[in-house]
């Protein structure tokens, strides 16, 4: 059944979220942790004699459960609360950056990385005036140096790269990368093999082949890069 359809039969239902504040916010809470009624007081601004009548309709929906003065998404409250949680992230993104998607081709991007577009709303557009045209690469060298941990695609491959990868790896950073198919060919010629080779023994650095994501959703592991 399309979406339309379901919307015309269940859009009450869906509405009764969407349209009350106080419901989206509590289910949004409770996404990231149990609370009690003091702490969605705060979180919400509300007061007790608006929440309440509102935890009531989510329990008798099966969405929420109390233990010990603690408020609890149900399994089934978990699935609408994480979905709702990605149509946020995945609309605030969409506007965040609206300037930017309308300007690249979007259509090359991979369905299942587009469904989860909403991670980047924390994410920041670097732009090169074209007066210094190596910003972006030194930015990026930049932010490999200082990151806490390296989750990235790339489509193109360079010896600077590589080194500043191969330390943060050293140094124990968890980092994880994406390739397309032609890097990855490049990536079994010297010196990058040699690179690779280097850290095959650090649990804490994978890499993945685009590819191999999208037919098998598989993980490729240093050590078992071709």
Not at 75 to 86: E, F, I, P
Not at 174 to 181: C, Q
Not at 188 to 199: F, G, H, N, R, V
Request: aromatic share 8%; hydrophobic share 35%; net charge positive.
């Amino acid at each position: 059944m399309s979406g339309f359809k379901i919307y015309r039969e269940m859009g009450d239902d869906v509405q009764a979220i969407y349209r009350s504040r106080l419901i989206t916010e509590i289910l949004l809470s409770l996404n990231e942790s149990s609370r009690k009624l003091s702490q969605l007081r705060e979180i919400t601004g509300s007061t007790s004699q608006s929440i309440i009548p509102k935890l009531r309709k989510l329990e008798a929906d099966h969405l929420i459960e109390t233990k010990e003065h603690e408020y609890y998404l149900t399994q089934t409250g978990k699935v609408v609360a994480s979905r709702l949680s990605n149509s946020f992230a995945t609309v605030g993104t969409i506007n965040k950056f609206k300037h930017f998607w309308s300007g690249h081709y979007l259509e090359r991007i991979p369905g299942p990385l587009l469904k989860e577009i909403g991670c980047l709303y924390e994410s920041e557009v670097l732009n090169d005036k074209g007066t210094k045209i190596l910003n972006v690469y030194n930015n990026q060298l930049k932010m490999i140096k200082e990151a806490g941990h390296i989750h990235g695609i790339s489509s193109v491959v360079t010896e600077g790269y590589a080194d500043s990868i191969s330390e943060r790896v050293k140094e124990r950073i968890p980092v994880e990368l994406i390739f397309p198919l032609h890097i990855a060919d490049e990536l079994k010629q010297s010196p990058y093999l040699e690179k690779i080779d280097a850290l095959k023994d650090y649990e804490n650095f994978k890499l993945m082949s685009l590819m191999k994501i999208l037919k098998r959703g598989s993980l490729l592991r240093i050590n078992d890069f071709p």
